[in-house]
């Protein structure tokens, strides 16, 4: 069924065979016990092509070489992290509000592998193939979540209309998650999703999501990486040096850390975290803004 996905669709089998190795190491930020199942034969087969092309050496699922020796993040590492922060920001913004949608959720387990409040409804939109692949996947898996996909393209005119006739209420407050999905919209695209997302969101509702910086577009030693990603058919075509100000155009007040800050650590970050100034870095944001 994956050859019906095109191929940001599957990067989320990427995702998914990182979550599974994550869930497997004894110092594990968390365990995703559906990821194995989810990444199917390719998700292990795309993250060994990323490896390659990231660290050209076998890929064992231990650390990858020490900071010394790399001029990219461990990219496990960053997975691992990212999934945990927004594990964490989602069931801490659902105490106090009622809906969740995760846009563009991929193969995303949390309606399954984490606990919610009663009051909770959470959706997922996604194109129909990726839809279709995850629930072929986790046939027999109930989720621990009032729970409803919506079957949209987010660069396409309609979801908000789909969304609604599912359940969602655009009166009451809701946290919304773009995990994964930024850097691959063209820059005009990243603007009308979060316009969009605005004009059904009350002040109070949360927008959380991941970022690259400009320059982690063009930096010779990301350059591997990012071939492979444009080889695959699913280029990274935006990024920002101010997310701060992105979210405050359509207004989000936003807090941003980066993987390594205080809050963004756990006990797994090895490498340096430069100040926000110093340029000839990848930068990665992990943003939580809030609606106003």
Aim: with cysteine.
């Amino acid at each position: 069924m994956t050859e019906t996905m095109d191929a940001v669709g599957r990067t989320a089998l990427l995702t998914a065979a990182m979550r599974a190795l994550e869930s497997r190491r004894p110092d594990r930020l968390y365990v995703d016990p559906y990821a194995q199942d989810l990444c199917g034969d390719d998700g292990p087969a795309l993250l060994d092509e990323v490896w390659q092309a990231t660290f050209p050496s076998p890929r064992t699922g231990a650390p990858s070489p020490g900071p010394a020796e790399r001029t990219m993040p461990d990219t496990l590492d960053v997975n691992a992290i990212r999934t945990r922060f927004f594990d964490d920001l989602l069931q801490r913004a659902a105490q106090d509000r009622s809906q969740i949608v995760s846009a563009a959720s991929g193969v995303d387990s949390r309606p399954y592998r984490l606990g919610w409040p009663h009051h909770v409804r959470y959706f997922e939109i996604d194109r129909p193939s990726v839809l279709d692949y995850k629930r072929d996947r986790l046939a027999g898996a109930r989720p621990r979540v009032a729970h409803r996909m919506v079957a949209a393209d987010l660069t396409a005119p309609g979801w908000e209309r789909h969304l609604q006739e599912e359940g969602y209420d655009a009166k009451a407050p809701s946290v919304w998650l773009l995990e994964g999905v930024l850097p691959y919209l063209h820059e005009e695209d990243v603007h009308r999703l979060l316009e969009r997302i605005r004009t059904i969101t009350p002040v109070g509702s949360l927008v959380a999501g991941d970022l690259v910086n400009s320059q982690a577009l063009s930096l010779a030693h990301a350059r591997g990486q990012l071939d492979v990603f444009a080889r695959w058919g699913c280029p990274w075509r935006f990024g920002t040096d101010d997310p701060e100000a992105l979210f405050d155009r359509h207004r989000f007040t936003a807090t941003v850390v980066q993987p390594g800050e205080p809050s963004a650590h756990y006990g797994r970050w090895r490498d340096p975290v430069p100040p926000r100034g110093v340029a000839g870095v990848r930068r990665i944001f992990l943003v939580s803004a809030e609606r106003r």
